[in-house]
């Protein structure tokens, strides 16, 4: 687990694009990792033999921390990649002074949510809701 670096765009990209196939346009692989090191560089991966084969993006406000594109790709799943990475991060967004750090995840992603829960998160009652500008 690491800090991105400039050379791993590509097979960041690549990651996410094969992981989140059915994302909309706007989170498009390219344009996110862009904007997002615009702004700081809480982007995080996991390598296997010197490959990518996960990544994470994390934020964080001052006030809460947020985990983002978390992704691994499915041969490399079940075997506490993803774990690691998403701790790895929290502990970055800890290093910062966050004290909670919170995620989204589509309601009909049922076994990420158990993943999540097994990290101990837990499902709180919002309503989430969002503006395009």
Not at 96 to 124: D, H, M, P, W
């Amino acid at each position: 687990m690491r800090k991105f670096e400039s050379n791993d765009r590509d097979a960041l990209i690549q990651l996410w694009e094969t992981v989140f196939p059915d994302d909309p346009p706007h989170n498009e692989p390219a344009a996110v990792l862009r904007a997002k090191l615009e702004v700081d560089d809480l982007v995080f991966v996991a390598e296997s033999n010197g490959k990518i084969v996960g990544a994470c993006m994390a934020g964080y406000d001052g006030h809460r921390g947020w985990l983002y594109a978390v992704a691994v790709y499915k041969e490399h799943r079940r075997n506490g990649t993803g774990a690691e990475l998403v701790k790895h991060a929290m502990a970055a967004l800890k290093e910062l002074g966050c004290i909670k750090v919170n995620l989204q995840i589509r309601v009909t992603n049922t076994q990420v949510a158990a993943f999540y829960e097994s990290l101990g998160f837990s499902v709180e009652e919002r309503l989430s809701m969002g503006a395009f500008l």
